[in-house]
């Protein structure tokens, strides 16, 4: 079904309330990573002070293949150190979109790492460990991630758990909350330890129920099969406990497809037929029993639920100010959508605006800069008709 100009001035019109944040009364938990991001790009060439950079991925592999033989220097100029990992990046938007977010995950111990200290003021940050490093090599056209995560080699729940102080803070919060967020599973070697113990020790402990859950898997390509399918039963147990909602992005997906057919996550996928995004989703929704599984690209989304399957289409950022985060920012408006009990198109289109408006101005949106989007879309949708009739 194609976004309408309708559906898009509908839904900027129901946030309209909501841009008091002071006054919003949803909690929301996030956890449980955390990274320090280093954006750079490569120098392809410097004469003096002035450098000139690789513009795609494509170019500097060719140069990198140049070197096959003795090997070489690489050297990259750091353009921003930002906040990184999907839990603070999550937890950082839903609060400037309005909603009080508990973190929990690495940015810092003893002391909180500075780069935390300016996640958003409606952000309560828990840290029990320093973060883990990202070097993200950023291409016009592309991203690699060389990420150091040797910090978190013994995080799991025991390790949570000997905070004890930080483990009585968490139940508070936990009959509080109304949505979970458990997201970036594959960068954690014992997320599933975690996952299992906040399960058992909190949600179950506490009594909770008509929880929302949402998770992000992340991509599993270095995640042996068996694990993998143990994770998969794993979220099938919170939805006892709430509705669950499993996000996706494309490349995610087809690793997990995968997998879920058999094969391992770093299969040639010029090798084995990929089913279309849509197909994906279905397939992938059928394995869980759980309510929504979403496959999503930076120009379309899929939701899979029982009824079938829901597509969104997204505006094009012609000029982006930044290549990482969007699928972040992308989860928190979803869960905003959630929060406000907005139906599963409405929750795929505000995120999909709150990605792009991300994208497109290079910081996490408050409310306003998502009415903004939905309004230009619009706009776009009635031209675009305009000209069609014409």
Same mark, same amino acid.
């Given at each position: 079904?194609?976004?309408?100009?309708?559906?898009?001035?509908?839904?900027?019109?129901?946030?309209?309330?909501?841009?008091?944040?002071?006054?919003?009364?949803?909690?929301?938990?996030?956890?449980?990573?955390?990274?320090?991001?280093?954006?750079?790009?490569?120098?392809?060439?410097?004469?003096?002070?002035?450098?000139?950079?690789?513009? @795609? +991925? $494509?170019?500097? #592999?060719?140069? /990198? %293949?140049? &070197?096959?033989?003795?090997?070489?220097?690489?050297?990259?100029?750091?353009?921003?150190?930002?906040?990184?990992?999907?839990?603070?990046?999550?937890?950082?938007?839903?609060? @400037? +979109? $309005?909603?009080? #977010?508990?973190? /929990? %995950?690495? &940015?810092?111990?003893?002391?909180?790492?500075?780069?935390?200290?300016?996640?958003?003021?409606?952000?309560?940050?828990?840290?029990?460990?320093?973060?883990?490093?990202?070097?993200? +090599?950023?291409?016009?056209?592309?991203?690699?991630?060389?990420?150091?995560?040797?910090?978190?080699?013994?995080?799991?729940?025991?390790?949570?758990?000997?905070?004890?102080?930080?483990?009585?803070?968490?139940?508070?919060?936990?009959?509080?909350?109304?949505?979970?967020?458990?997201?970036?599973?594959?960068?954690?070697?014992?997320?599933?330890?975690?996952?299992?113990?906040?399960?058992?020790?909190?949600?179950?402990?506490?009594?909770?129920?008509?929880?929302?859950?949402?998770?992000?898997?992340?991509?599993?390509?270095?995640?042996?099969?068996?694990?993998?399918?143990?994770?998969?039963?794993?979220?099938?147990?919170?939805?006892?406990?709430?509705?669950?909602?499993?996000?996706?992005?494309?490349?995610?997906?087809?690793?997990?497809?995968?997998?879920?057919?058999?094969?391992?996550?770093?299969?040639?996928?010029?090798?084995?037929?990929?089913?279309?995004?849509?197909?994906?989703?279905?397939?992938?929704?059928?394995?869980?029993?759980?309510?929504?599984?979403?496959?999503?690209?930076?120009?379309?989304?899929?939701?899979?639920?029982?009824?079938?399957?829901?597509?969104?289409?997204?505006?094009?950022?012609?000029?982006?100010?930044?290549?990482?985060?969007?699928?972040?920012?992308?989860?928190?408006?979803?869960?905003?959508?959630?929060?406000?009990?907005?139906?599963?198109?409405?929750?795929?289109?505000?995120?999909?605006?709150?990605?792009?408006?991300?994208?497109?101005?290079?910081?996490?949106?408050?409310?306003?800069?998502?009415?903004?989007?939905?309004?230009?879309?619009?706009?776009?949708?009635?031209?675009?008709?305009?000209?069609?009739?014409?």
């Amino acid at each position: 079904m194609e976004t309408s100009k309708k559906d898009l001035d509908s839904l900027w019109r129901k946030l309209i309330p909501l841009r008091n944040y002071e006054e919003d009364s949803h909690l929301a938990f996030t956890g449980f990573d955390g990274f320090v991001d280093k954006i750079q790009r490569v120098v392809a060439k410097k004469k003096g002070n002035n450098a000139t950079y690789f513009d @795609s +991925l $494509g170019e500097f #592999t060719d140069h /990198l %293949g140049s &070197m096959r033989v003795g090997g070489g220097d690489i050297e990259t100029s750091t353009t921003k150190i930002r906040i990184g990992g999907d839990a603070p990046i999550l937890s950082n938007t839903l609060g @400037s +979109l $309005g909603i009080q #977010t508990h973190c /929990l %995950g690495a &940015m810092g111990h003893p002391a909180l790492h500075p780069v935390f200290m300016k996640m958003h003021k409606l952000c309560e940050i828990t840290s029990v460990m320093d973060p883990g490093e990202n070097q993200i +090599l950023e291409f016009n056209d592309a991203k690699i991630v060389l990420s150091d995560q040797a910090m978190f080699n013994n995080y799991d729940w025991e390790y949570i758990k000997t905070h004890t102080e930080v483990f009585d803070q968490l139940k508070r919060v936990v009959k509080k909350a109304e949505l979970f967020a458990l997201v970036d599973w594959a960068r954690l070697p014992f997320a599933s330890s975690i996952w299992r113990g906040f399960l058992e020790d909190m949600i179950k402990a506490t009594g909770k129920k008509d929880a929302l859950f949402f998770f992000h898997i992340g991509d599993p390509y270095k995640i042996p099969r068996k694990k993998i399918g143990q994770m998969v039963e794993l979220i099938d147990e919170f939805a006892a406990f709430g509705k669950v909602t499993v996000s996706l992005n494309q490349q995610e997906a087809s690793k997990l497809w995968l997998v879920l057919n058999g094969y391992e996550p770093t299969q040639d996928q010029t090798k084995v037929k990929i089913p279309a995004m849509s197909e994906m989703a279905r397939f992938i929704f059928r394995v869980f029993d759980i309510d929504a599984v979403i496959v999503r690209s930076r120009e379309t989304t899929f939701v899979a639920y029982d009824e079938g399957i829901i597509e969104v289409s997204g505006s094009k950022v012609e000029t982006p100010k930044v290549l990482m985060g969007g699928g972040d920012n992308f989860n928190a408006g979803y869960c905003l959508g959630l929060l406000e009990g907005m139906n599963r198109r409405q929750c795929a289109l505000l995120g999909t605006a709150a990605s792009g408006a991300f994208i497109q101005n290079g910081y996490s949106p408050c409310i306003e800069d998502v009415i903004e989007y939905l309004k230009t879309w619009a706009d776009e949708k009635k031209a675009a008709h305009k000209q069609h009739i014409n």
